[in-house]
């Protein structure tokens, strides 16, 4: 396996930071106890559990106003690999990442994937791209792409799509996303009926060239890059349409991409219920799709998300395996400590979800103790789960101080030695 971070200074520096961390997994241990929870048993679902990264957020992200380029930084899709297994070998809950074309094209999809693997990553959903124009490109998407007006930009749509499942099943991908930016800016710009027609009789084409084994997952937004209106802008418009288009096709829901102060966890558990919840976009926001690293802003909410998440795979009705990927824009931080935090994060609020006692949160539920219900929950969230995500990533080969580990590493000093200087300009999120 190729590993870009010396494993004897992994293995220094939790030697160092051992001793504190056996006695603060201890103490742990024994007040689950106390609750009839075994700290083994979590720590193990813990070590079990993943979330795959987008290829993109190994790179700074910026604002709609500029980037700021980071020496060392990724210039393709390579070193964004060898940036990846940076946060895998440290955080070790990212193996899979989540590709995006025509940002990661390359010549020979089969090496990649071998690349790939051996870094011991896999790739995850591929991402396709109609928001943006490509040089040489026939037809603009300056006025939309599946739910375009003209028929030919529609299909050039169209077949950009058809054309990421067929690299993706070169990489060993199940599953495309579908994001378009299709929107309006202004009231009569489009009609806002016949843009969804348009936009679902692409998609179909698209449905319709998946494999037997492949996903389709819908992500909504209700804003940006259009401001008046967008054709997927809501839950309630995925779900519409991941209803007609088919089995296959699943409603995917990136944190950010909402009206602010939106019930999210309902969102989840409303779409768990419909058997279409494909997936998630993990972020934060404070006033928009800020993409701001997961839990940042508003951890409580990444933790009601994952409660409603272990209620669904309790009772999976028609199913449960959603896709989980993080998705943030880096704008002044190393991307590959957001990726190793935001990771540490959120597999934090999975293992909370999993300490609330759920008998007595469904018998407060039944019997309307409002109060024993709320803290019952609450209860879960304000325990310190640091000692079993720091236990289980030592025992998996990480880093227990990743931040640490990965600075006394130089590993960002050394690539801005060998690579090549990332150019200024505007930022995509
Ligand atoms: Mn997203």
């Known amino acids: 396996m190729n590993l870009p971070i010396s494993a004897d200074l992994i293995g220094q520096h939790n ?46 992200g910026g604002t709609r106003f500029a980037k700021f380029p980071l020496a060392g930084e990724p210039t393709n899709i390579h070193e964004k690999l060898e940036d990846c297994a940076v946060i895998h070998q440290l955080g070790t809950t990212t193996p899979r990442v989540s590709p995006h074309f025509p940002w990661d094209c390359v010549d020979d999809y089969a090496a990649l994937r071998e690349e790939a693997g051996s870094y011991g990553l ?75 027609d348009r936009y679902l009789e692409g998609a179909a084409q698209i449905y319709a060239a998946l494999p037997d084994d492949w996903r389709m997952m819908l992500e909504h937004k209700m804003f940006e890059p259009a401001f008046y209106s967008s054709v997927i802008s809501d839950w309630g418009s995925s779900l519409m349409a991941a209803q007609e288009l088919g089995d296959k096709c699943k409603c995917l829901v990136d944190l950010g991409h909402h009206a602010p102060n939106v019930n999210i966890e ?39 998300v994952f409660n409603e998440l272990v209620e669904a795979e309790l009772d999976p009705r028609g199913g449960f395996d959603p896709a989980y990927m993080i998705d943030q824009s880096h704008n002044v931080t190393d991307p590959i400590e957001s ?91």
Request: some cysteine; proline content about 2%; aromatic content about 8%.
């Open 339 to 429: 990726m190793i935090a935001s990771s540490e994060t959120i597999a934090g609020c999975y293992v909370r979800a999993q300490l609330v006692d759920r008998e007595a949160l469904h018998a407060a539920q039944e019997a309307n103790d409002v109060m024993l219900a709320f803290r019952t929950l609450r209860g879960a969230y304000e325990t310190d789960v640091a000692p079993i995500l720091a236990k289980a990533r030592a025992e998996a080969g990480g880093a227990i101080d990743w931040l640490g580990t990965y600075r006394a590493s130089q590993y960002r000093d050394r690539k801005a030695q060998e690579r090549k200087a990332v150019g200024l300009g505007a930022g995509i999120v």
């Open 266 to 304: 309902q969102i989840v558990a409303r779409l768990h219920r419909a058997g279409k919840l494909g997936g998630f976009h993990f972020n934060d926001s404070k006033y928009g799709d800020d993409d701001l690293d997961s839990g940042s802003i508003n951890p409580h909410q990444l933790f009601l």
């Open 122 to 196: 896999h790739f995850d959903a591929v991402n396709s791209n109609t928001f943006q124009d490509q040089p040489g490109q026939e037809h603009t998407y300056a006025t939309g792409s599946l739910a375009s007006t003209v028929e030919a930009t529609r299909q050039q749509a169209v077949a950009h799509n058809i054309d990421c499942i067929e690299i993706g099943q070169q990489l060993g991908s199940s599953a495309i996303t579908v994001w378009v930016g299709d929107g309006t800016n202004f009231p009569g710009q489009q009609d806002l009926g016949r843009s969804m």
């Open 15 to 60: 030697a160092a930071a051992l001793p504190a961390l056996e006695d603060d997994f201890a103490a742990l241990g024994r007040k689950l106890e106390r609750n009839g929870v075994d700290i083994e048993a979590v720590k193990e679902r813990a070590k079990g559990w993943s979330v795959a990264v987008p290829s993109w957020g190994a790179g700074r």
